[in-house]
């Protein structure tokens, strides 16, 4: 692959020649990293950059490039890098010490201020991970039911966890991935995403259904939109059947709106998992919900109510440095303006790209709610308007193939050419900094790697 991709392309020599610190730095981490990696997502051909500095919605590589940022710290930087106030807590913090092994105030206003802003937050537990959220959320609601089955949805994201760690990229039939017992497979049932008649037909068929959970914007953050009134429907059914919904908003808590997308629909489920945003770009995450089902972590009311506790540690849990920048980061966000101001970000950003694709004949298109932006890169060649793209007129096979286009690798080494780097779907979402200096730059990078890509016989459809 590395060899291959040294033949003749010109983006690829250009992005050796642009990137020689990170292509050394990337030669050295494969002799001590799992491809040289340390997140999936970051799997480049023929190299990711390192990079060393950011600020507002803006990073530097170790040979001085600057991008416009569309990663946004795996969607947890609302408020772009270093935020001065979420700065200014953290450094004020750190001089107090960064670990007590004890209770602080600081985990009960960062608990407070979610339990303010989360509809279904009744009570909070943190963790240090939404993977670590959404494993808490599952037992809860196993614990609680008594049951064991779980309903999930294809192409849905809850983290690397064993019980949902199939059914996301592949596995769609439910088979376990490797590593991943087969009795804990047999335990998780995989639904068509807004198919409710199937969804529907699932939940009333057998009583063992313990739990329900999904992303409530639909898979990725909106990737494949999934529309309010099937969550509408699923909060009915669940609710009929004593099946635990949960609603996992690592992504859409806090960005949707300060209140997560269950404020925004206004629909409430009984568990939530949080994280990214939660704890202002530091590590944390957070399972809130029903005070019922999280009583099942409360040494009095679980031996009240005649239950088992469920025992949960975590050395990290609400660490007092994480706990300062979320606090530091609700606080800003609680108001509205800064899901406001990226997701209007978001909003232009798509409709001037769609412009660059319409101008240079290219059946692309950019897509996404809220904050979102995805490139629709159209490897099958379906007939579309980049100007009146209708994401939901596809099926979400069919739009989720963003990173299948042949050229979809080199259109993202081509952005990073003209300073912009997004994530591999391909896409990214905004955050409260993104100027419109840096939508404008961001559609002339676009406007160019088109045409790079055209150059390199990449897009046929020209
Ligand atoms: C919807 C969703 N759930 C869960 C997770 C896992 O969170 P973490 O990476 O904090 O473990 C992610 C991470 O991207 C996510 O997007």
Redesign the pocket.
Known sequence: MLDESRTNSTIIAAYRQRTATSEALASRARQVLPSGIVHDSRQLNPYPVYVNRAEGAHKWDVDGNEYVDYYGG??ALLLGHNDPRVVEAVHRQLNLGTHYAACHELELRWAELVQQLVPCAERVRFTS????A?LMALRLARAYTGKSVLVRFKGH????QDHVAFGCDDHFDGSPTPGVLPGIAENVLIAPPNDLMATLALLASRDDIAAVIL?PTGA??GWSPMSRDFLAALREATAERGIVLIF?E??TGFRVSPGGAQAHYGITPDLT?L??ILAGGLPG?AVVGRKDILDLLDFEQAQQSGREKIQHQGTFNANPVSAAAGIACLEIIADGEACAIATAQAQHLQSILNRVFADEGVPWAAFGEHSAVYFFTNPSGVDIDPMGFDASSLAPEVLRTGGKHPGAGKFRLALMLNGVDISGRPGGSTSCKHSDEDLEHTAQAVRKAVVMLKEEGELHYA
């Open positions: 795996h969607g991970s939404g993977t670590e959404n994201f809850h983290g690397w992303e990725s953050f996992d690592v992504v998992s994280a990214k995450g």
